[in-house]
């Protein structure tokens, strides 16, 4: 059975982003306040919506995609940042229900969560 992300343990060390893995971690769970270059709005991701935990999903072409709140059921926003800019960053909001937008480095607003994550491939 498969453990949410959120209810991974944490990593025990401070990460630097070409430490960040590529692929989802099944045994444990990267909090943004491990991530040492964490940009302030990636901390900060859910805090205006009562989530305080921020967590690395995964990279995704150049992007480094992270999430506040759960994946299903709740509200949830999410980051990806460019891993060569950190700078560069695009958030697709969730709502509890499933609906949700976001502007993808395409330039275009985007509904469906996957035609977001699509868009950070290139």
């Known amino acids: 059975m498969s453990v949410a992300t959120e209810d991974r343990t944490p990593v025990d060390r401070d990460l630097h982003t070409e430490d960040l893995p590529a692929l989802p971690q099944r045994d444990s769970m990267v909090p943004a306040t491990r991530w040492i270059e964490a940009p302030p709005e990636v901390r900060d991701l859910g805090r205006d919506f009562g989530v305080e935990l921020v967590a ?3 990279r995704i072409g150049p992007y480094l995609l992270w999430r506040a709140g759960r994946a ?6 999410y980051c990806a940042v460019s891993a060569d ?3 560069e960053r695009w958030r697709f909001d969730l709502d509890s229900d499933g609906r949700g937008s976001g502007v993808g480095p395409d330039g275009v607003r985007h509904d469906r969560f996957r035609d977001w994550k699509v868009s950070l491939k290139g």
């Open 72 to 77: 299903a059921g709740e509200r949830a926003r």
């Open 56 to 58: 690395y999903i995964r």
């Open 85 to 87: 800019d950190l700078a």
